[in-house]
Nanobody, 126 residues
């Protein structure tokens, strides 16, 4: 069974940090580009960050640039999203997704992603 599972979400105060993990089972993550998306209540799903299959290319939305870092450990079949200096507006459900082929890591079109995790809640509040 092909599956992506996110973990690491939770409640954090503004200015705090969280590290999200996206673990794959049933397939080799190294063959896929991985994107992190988020969706806040009443808002559309937003592309946050993407990393190429090799890890050599990364993309960040302007809203998280300089605060979030995406990385991958293909030996552990896992991708991470380190989130620092969190703001209340970062509150959302965060999803990871795997794409076997992307025209570009910069567009973050959800339709290009083949597999999705169930999401993990991140709440930034004092």
């Amino acid at each position: 069974q092909l599956q992506l599972v996110e973990s690491g979400g939770g409640l954090v105060q503004p200015g705090g940090s969280l590290r999200l993990s996206c673990a794959a089972s049933g397939f080799t993550l190294a063959n896929y580009a991985i994107g992190w998306f988020r969706q806040a209540p009443g808002k559309e799903r937003e592309g946050v960050s993407c990393i190429s299959s090799s890890g050599g290319g990364t993309y960040y939305a302007d809203s998280v640039k300089g605060r979030f870092t995406i990385s991958r450990d293909n030996a552990k079949n896992t991708v991470y999203l380190q989130m620092n200096s969190l703001k209340p507006e970062d509150t959302a459900v965060y999803y990871c997704a795997a794409a076997g082929f992307l025209l570009s890591i910069f567009t973050m079109a959800p339709s290009e992603y083949d597999y999705w995790g169930q999401g993990t809640q991140v709440t930034v509040s004092s």
